[in-house]
Nanobody
Framework: QVQLVESGGGLVQPGGSLRLSCAAS????????VGWYRQGPGKQREFVAA???????NYADSVKGRFTISRDNAKNTVYLQMNSLKPEDTAVYYC???????????WGQGTQVTVSS
């Protein structure tokens, strides 16, 4: 069982930056594929970024070049650095850790990001 707690959300102006953190407890995060998803107002949850255990990264086209996912295994924490934020990035951002072959799929409670002037 993995517990995930996101932090770092808030209100930021267009063009600004935020760094989200996802702290894990209950298991070693390094063995999981970790990712970030988001759900905007009136929208379905969508994929943002992921980092498999091997360290490669995948991004949604809408955030490529602006967002960076990373992990600090020593701190058991995953990060999402978000730059050049746009109003359409406004959403609740969720952290995910999974090993689908074993049926493990864990979610955090979400953190709100609002991009507005």
């Amino acid at each position: 069982q993995v517990q995930l707690v996101e932090s770092g959300g808030g209100l930021v102006q267009p063009g600004g930056s935020l760094r989200l953190s996802c702290a894990a407890s209950g298991s070693i995060l390094s063995i999981y594929t970790v990712g970030w998803y988001r759900q905007g107002p009136g929208k379905q949850r969508e994929f943002v970024a992921a980092m498999p255990r091997g360290g490669s990264t995948n991004y949604a086209d809408s955030v490529k070049g602006r967002f960076t996912i990373s992990r600090d295994n020593a701190k058991n924490t995953v990060y999402l650095q978000m730059n050049s934020l746009k109003p359409e990035d406004t959403a609740v951002y969720y952290c995910n850790a999974r090993i689908l072959a074993l049926g493990y799929d864990y979610w955090g409670q979400g953190t709100q990001v609002t991009v507005s002037s």
